[in-house]
């Protein structure tokens, strides 16, 4: 089988607090990426899932840091290399659409001068070639050429969002990490914009790292999900397994608070409790203070992801009967 696209081993990211302590954020989390696939990253609000993927990129700003892993992607060491070489890598191997396109896009620039100013940070800059690589991006994302000359306060949210993803294209690369990129947007101009990714997907065949807090949209997007909790990663398979409410017991809580479809007859539940203080989070398995399942041992022993079924892995010792 081909190498995967990007392999990442026990990436711990943290947050440097003023007097010297670290906020682990992310913990000793592993996965795997194929080229073309899909990895839909989901989990609550502040469980890390921005950590991950800025870290692993290493586009975390200050105070974030990687703490401690590798990363491997398209061959390359991330976490070792120099920062020009980092540069080069970025946008030609790997690109983010984030949550808000307001916080990438420059707001005294055109999109034709995002276009020319990263084509020109690659040394790939002419004339003709911003003018109709920039237009051809556009009509990619489903805008008219005319707004290349717009500057992004004068776009619609849904349309910075596009403009963000025709800039993550501009070279084509086989990454592309989504950080909720459509969770601002209403749901009618979301499914648009993702109908869209998914096309584009097929036809450039970038694999995706794709972020966000709905469980639902992830079952119709994904190839595979990976469930996060309190930094950690609780259970990853592939999409199918998670059609009966997966394995571990916070999957199924997140399952359980999925609103029901129109006609569906099902009321839908809370996870019981707070979401864990990554600060300072319980001690074992982080989730077990919430885990109707949860035994003695659950509060002492950090459960390993652990095979379940082929390309199957659950961190809960009850799940996968390895508790005794
Ligand atoms: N600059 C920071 N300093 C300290 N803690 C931070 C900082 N940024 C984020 N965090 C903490 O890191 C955790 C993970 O945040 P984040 O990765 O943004 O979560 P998610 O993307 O899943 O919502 C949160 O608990 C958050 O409070
Ligand atoms: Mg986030």
Redo the contacts with the bound molecule.
């Keep these: 089988m081909a190498e995967p696209l990007l392999v990442v081993q026990d990436l711990s990211v943290g947050?440097v607090?003023g007097d010297g302590s670290v906020?682990r954020?992310?913990e000793d989390i592993s996965f795997t990426l194929n080229r073309g696939e899909t990895l839909g990253l989901c989990?609550?609000?502040?469980?890390?899932?921005?950590?991950?993927v800025?870290g692993l990129l290493r586009t975390l700003a200050a105070?974030?840091a990687v703490l401690g892993g590798s990363v491997m992607l398209d061959g390359h060491d991330l976490l070792a290399m120099h920062d020009e070489g980092l540069r080069k890598l970025r946008w030609k191997t790997a690109s983010i659409v984030p949550q808000s396109a307001l916080n990438a896009l420059n707001p005294v620039l055109t999109i034709r001068a995002h276009v020319r100013d990263t084509l020109v940070a690659h040394g790939e800059f002419s004339r003709d070639v911003a003018e109709r690589r920039g237009a051809e991006l556009l009509r990619m994302v489903d805008i008219d050429p005319v707004h290349l000359a717009s500057y992004p306060h004068e776009l619609s949210g849904g349309m910075r969002q596009r403009v963000a993803l025709a800039l993550a294209l501009l070279f084509e690369p086989p990454l592309i990490v989504m950080?909720?990129p459509t969770t601002a947007l209403d749901v009618v101009v979301e499914r648009s914009i993702l109908r869209r990714v998914r096309e584009l997907q097929e036809r450039l065949g970038f694999a995706m790292l794709f972020?966000t807090?709905d469980l639902a949209l992830l079952m119709e997007l994904a190839t595979r999900i990976g469930v996060?909790y309190a930094?950690r990663m609780t259970e990853i398979a592939p999409v199918a397994a998670f059609r009966g409410g997966g394995m571990h017991p916070y999957t199924h809580g997140l399952f359980g608070a999925i609103p029901p479809a129109i006609g569906e007859d099902r009321i839908p539940t809370s996870i019981r409790g707070n979401a864990a203080?990554?600060?300072a989070p319980p001690s074992g398995c982080r989730f077990h203070p919430r885990c109707d399942h949860a035994i003695a041992s659950c509060s002492v022993d950090v459960p390993a992801l652990t095979r379940c079924a082929p390309n199957h892995t659950v961190a809960c010792p009850i799940v996968t009967g390895t508790d005794a």
């Design positions: 947050y607090q906020i954020a992310v989990g609550e609000s502040g469980c890390g899932k921005s950590t991950l800025y105070p974030g950080d909720e972020i807090h996060m930094g203080n990554i600060a």
